[in-house]
DNA sequence: CGGCATCCACAACGATACTG
DNA sequence: CAGTATCGTTGTGGATGCCG
């Protein structure tokens, strides 16, 4: 069923196309779900992660420095139900349990990679301001 | 004195040339910060917004639909206190206050515009993965 | 018109404890 | 090891009101 046109899907949601072509400035356009899920505090973290390379459960939380179990595995259902993000389990004790990038997902880290980029790369043009400026950051 | 040095700007800031160089998934990476700006609810949408043209506030308000004054006011201030967002206050009554993105705003604003654009772009295929799946997004 | 201050509801989050 | 469940806390964000 997922092999319909994309305008059939949309339809399934009721969604016009108006609201897939307008941006997501308008308030209930459906992109925003999936930019909360990818911008969200740890979803960039886990993106960028993912994107050198596979990683087990703890693994992973070890290299997303500041995460909780809980919302490392939350962030990465969310992921996972967009289609950026593949879970792979071994069955076997103890559970041994692998997440990787679908091909989606690293078309989607790589912008998300180039956001970040920019931002180390300007962090001493950023932070010029911060001292130029009133306020220190907050 | 925001004409010194890179590294001189790090050491003001307590910052080893270690961290900077270390990505943004340790703990605390000061890019943390900007990222949080970045890609906070808002501030993608304001980035969007004024990368298409100068806004006055309310304006903005309407374009970014959805948003309260309050969020918006405190998302401006964010972005202007990192350097991305300028601010034209014209002295008259009633106020006139204009905002539009800098040079450094213009670049970033380059970089979420693309990972926009992707979501958008590719919302067909999420949407698929939410039928497909088991579970709706929510 | 632009925006700050106050208040309040709710969601996000972290810590902990527990299970397959 | 890889989670889920519960709980308490913090933070986010909207509504309202006031002031330049």
Not at 21 to 36: M, T
Not at 45 to 71: C, D, I, N, P
Request: aromatic content about 6%; proline content about 6%.
């Amino acid at each position: 069923m997922s092999s319909l046109p994309a305008s059939d899907q949309r339809a399934r949601h009721g969604l016009s196309d108006k609201l897939l072509q307008g941006d997501l400035l308008s308030a209930d356009c459906p992109s925003r779900e999936v930019l909360k899920h990818l911008t969200s505090r740890w979803g960039v973290l886990v993106l960028l992660a993912l994107e050198q390379r596979t990683y087990r459960f703890l693994e992973l939380k070890r290299q997303v420095g500041g995460v909780s179990e809980r919302m490392l595995a939350q962030t990465l259902q969310w992921l996972q139900n967009d289609g950026l993000v593949h879970r792979r389990a071994l069955e076997q004790v103890p559970p041994h349990v692998e997440y990787s990038l679908t091909p989606l997902g690293r078309e989607a880290a790589v912008r998300v990679r180039e956001l970040a980029d920019w931002i180390e790369h300007s962090m001493p043009r950023i932070m010029a301001h911060w001292l130029g400026g009133s306020l220190p950051p907050a």
